[in-house]
């Protein structure tokens, strides 16, 4: 599976965030929209060259991947 950077609410603060797969601390965070973490991500996930997945504010799941890495295609399987 390839590394990903996670766009995600923070209901405590009522700020969005940004965090890699298994970092300790967040990559970026307090963003008052989902919009502006979500453009912060893209932009580390085309650089780093990462899965980027948005999250609901409501229940956390995923609404929305998108991957700026290696991808094959056409896909195996």
Same mark, same amino acid.
């Given at each position: 599976?390839? %590394?990903?950077? =996670? #766009?995600?609410?923070?209901? *405590?603060?009522? #700020?969005? !965030?940004? %965090? @890699?797969? $298994?970092?300790? &601390?967040? *990559?970026?965070?307090?963003?008052?929209? @989902? %919009?502006?973490? +979500?453009? /912060? +991500? &893209?932009?580390?996930?085309?650089? @780093? %060259?990462?899965? =980027? *997945?948005? =999250? &609901? /504010?409501?229940?956390?799941?995923?609404?929305?991947?998108? *991957? !700026?890495?290696?991808?094959?295609?056409?896909? @195996? $399987?």
């Amino acid at each position: 599976m390839a %590394k990903q950077i =996670h #766009t995600m609410y923070n209901k *405590s603060t009522g #700020t969005w !965030y940004n %965090k @890699q797969d $298994g970092a300790k &601390r967040v *990559s970026n965070c307090g963003f008052s929209t @989902q %919009k502006e973490a +979500a453009i /912060a +991500a &893209r932009s580390i996930a085309i650089n @780093q %060259k990462l899965e =980027h *997945s948005i =999250h &609901r /504010a409501d229940n956390n799941q995923i609404r929305e991947k998108n *991957s !700026y890495g290696n991808d094959i295609y056409p896909p @195996q $399987g």
